[in-house]
């Protein structure tokens, strides 16, 4: 099987037919604006949970996780940022990763990009397939303000990490489009898009407005990529894979 369960913001559920991979939970309650719909996610009970967290941002992480270590199996896989907030006291089943790593861990092997924001973005391997979840790592303004440096370190930055993946096929990619931005909303999809070999794409970060996403799919260079692109709204939807 394989079923991927939509929570919030940049926070999904791959389940497969071993194994339950949580990607940067945080509690509806965390971030106040805007406000967030999406629940806790409904385990199964034999099969353990393999918790990424990219960065330490609200939106990508909460303490919260570490307790359903006390009920199932779990392992986590945290940025090297996140140690300073745990301190010296969390480390029981927690990977720190930084940006170019590797580690692997009953059958899931996790390679690390650098974000260029905070953090890392992952590519999990396991049960047959591909998994790339970006965090932070994407395309931010980068003609905001003519700046060639910042240009440089947001879209040059971007493409740097996202070249490594060019030779690879990506099952499921989950990939930031953030409407905030405005008219670059949709660079670092796009690019992705069109520069990786990845059978679903699931845009994330949209801040609960989910307009962008058909607005993306409905651009002239996308369409006969479209149907790669998932479609989301709200919470909590479950997508069955065949």
Known sequence: MLRVTFIHQSSF????DTKQIVFDYFPASAIREPVFHGKEPLFSADKPLYVFASNCHGDHFSKEVLKWA????????FSSDIRPILGKGQGQNIKYL?????CEI???RVTTLRS??????????TDGLTIYHAGDLSVWNVDSDGNRLYADL???GYKRQIRGLENRHIDIGFVVL?????????????YFLTHVDCDLVFPMGCWED????????RLPQIVRLKDKVISIDRDNIIFNID
């Open 13 to 16: 559920v791959v389940e497969t």
């Open 70 to 77: 006390e009920e199932r199996e779990t392992h986590y896989f």
């Open 98 to 102: 930084g940006p170019n790593a590797s």
């Open 106 to 108: 009953n059958g899931v």
């Open 116 to 125: 260029n924001d905070a953090g890392v973005a992952f590519i999990v391997e």
């Open 154 to 156: 947001y879209g040059g």
């Open 178 to 190: 953030d409407p905030r931005i405005g008219a670059g909303a949709y660079k670092g999809i796009e």
């Open 210 to 217: 989910y307009r962008a996403i058909e607005s993306f799919r």
